[in-house]
């Protein structure tokens, strides 16, 4: 399986490197990053020892297209994509939160409701609901950025102002910018027969002081999807909804003894299941995006990024 998991490029003028969970990130004369999309698959904040095929070109093209379809309500750091697993944009200082939107009783929170919880990051969640139940308005639970390896922590806003994390004026921004985007891509996925259950963006701010949408967007990394035919029939007779995100992942390592909790053992995954995980994730772009998937040249993937992005730098 052709897939790409580690990377090791060199640039022109590169002045730094960082990997985060599924991107490497190059630092390009301290103006420009350059972001590759691998195939390495995370989940409870742990990545998986196999690369699962195209997945990152699959994160890397519903990021862009999603980008593009939002950039006239919120500007984004997006300059170019020089190959199907890069994007190439502004350098940006990033807000050390996720903002984290839910429209849904889903994933997290049920979990937390589950346990009795009504308040999530200092936000109520109203009685008597079930789960993947709508909420009557969106809610934003943010959470703190771990750093590679650490699980993101839920936190409220008081705590984020009263750290001192964000200021109040750049946080109002934060939260109205999350909201716009919530709505249009409720909006996107509605037109494509699916619910956007909740997902998270992050933002960061350019050097000459604009906040802007950065990394990835309305994928099925950082968002739930339900399918919106039977959603309500389903709720009714109280079975699992149908989705589309990678919570099929987490629930395969749940039922295999896995939360990414110590002490517990990451199952093996057989080269059988890589490829279904693949096809999910082909079946995803396809549904999120409208667009039949193409295969990029996998047969010398890391050559073919090297190429693309020395020749998109000249």
Known sequence: ????????????????????????????????????????????????????????????????????????????????????????????????????????????????????????????????????????????????????????????????????????????????????????GTEIAANRGLILVDTKYEFGKTKDGRIVLIDEIHTPDSSRYFYAEGYQERQDRGEAQKQLSKEFVRQWLISNGFQGLEGQTLPEMSNAYVQSVSERYIELFEQITGETFVKADVSDIHNRIETNVLNYLQ
């Open 1 to 184: 399986m052709n897939t790409i998991i580690e990377t090791n490029f060199n640039f022109p003028n590169q002045k730094s490197f960082y990997k985060g969970k599924v991107r490497a990130v190059y630092n390009i004369n301290d103006e420009q990053l350059v972001m590759v999309a691998t195939d390495r698959l995370s989940a409870f904040d742990v990545v998986m020892p196999k690369g699962i095929p195209y997945k990152g070109q699959i994160l890397n093209q519903i990021a862009t297209k999603m980008m593009e379809e939002t950039e006239d309500i919120v500007p984004n750091w997006l300059q170019a994509t020089p190959d199907p697993n890069v994007a190439v944009g502004e350098l940006c200082e990033p807000f050390k939160v996720e903002m984290v939107i839910r429209g849904y009783m889903s994933g997290h929170a049920a979990r937390e409701y589950k346990l009795g919880k009504r308040v999530l990051c200092g936000v109520a969640m109203p009685e008597g609901i079930k789960e993947n139940d709508r909420f009557p308005e969106p809610i934003i639970t943010p959470a703190t950025k771990a750093e590679m390896g650490d699980h993101d922590e839920d936190i409220s806003r008081e705590d984020i102002l009263k750290k001192g994390i964000v200021s109040e004026a750049d946080y109002m921004i934060l939260e109205d910018y999350t909201r716009k985007l919530f709505q249009r």
